[in-house]
């Protein structure tokens, strides 16, 4: 939606900033509307402060030691490691609640 509106000296990172409270849904709403004032003026400023509270180091390492460390079986054939990895990729969307 942001890439089909253009308006003089406006930048897409500004559209983006405006719109992203339509975006979010239940907690992470009430936590944007919880910041201060002024308190994120860029786009960058914004992407900084929701990873920090959404997505906190110490989770994005363990997770993606768990993705680096996912192998295939031995005797394990190529479709069987597929579907185990779709498994695992949901449980992983959901390990960050």
Same mark, same amino acid.
């Given at each position: 939606?942001?890439?089909? %509106? *253009?308006?003089? *000296? #406006?930048?897409? !990172?500004?559209? &983006?900033? &405006? =719109?992203?409270?339509? +975006? =979010?849904?239940? $907690? +992470?709403?009430?936590?944007? !509307?919880? =910041? /201060? #004032?002024?308190?994120? /003026? ?6 900084? #402060?929701?990873?920090?509270? !959404?997505?906190? $180091? /110490? ?5 993606? $030691?768990?993705?680096?460390?996912? #192998? ?5 054939? =190529?479709?069987? !490691?597929?579907? &185990?990895?779709? $498994?695992?990729?949901?449980? %992983? ?5």
């Amino acid at each position: 939606m942001c890439m089909t %509106m *253009h308006y003089p *000296h #406006v930048t897409i !990172y500004a559209i &983006r900033l &405006r =719109l992203m409270s339509f +975006a =979010l849904k239940d $907690n +992470a709403k009430k936590w944007l !509307y919880s =910041l /201060g #004032v002024n308190s994120i /003026g860029t786009w960058d400023d914004f992407i900084k #402060v929701f990873l920090k509270k !959404y997505f906190p $180091n /110490g989770k994005t390492v363990r997770l993606r $030691n768990e993705i680096n460390q996912f #192998v295939q079986l031995d005797k394990e054939t =190529l479709w069987k !490691y597929i579907d &185990r990895f779709k $498994n695992f990729a949901c449980t %992983m969307s959901t390990s960050w609640n």
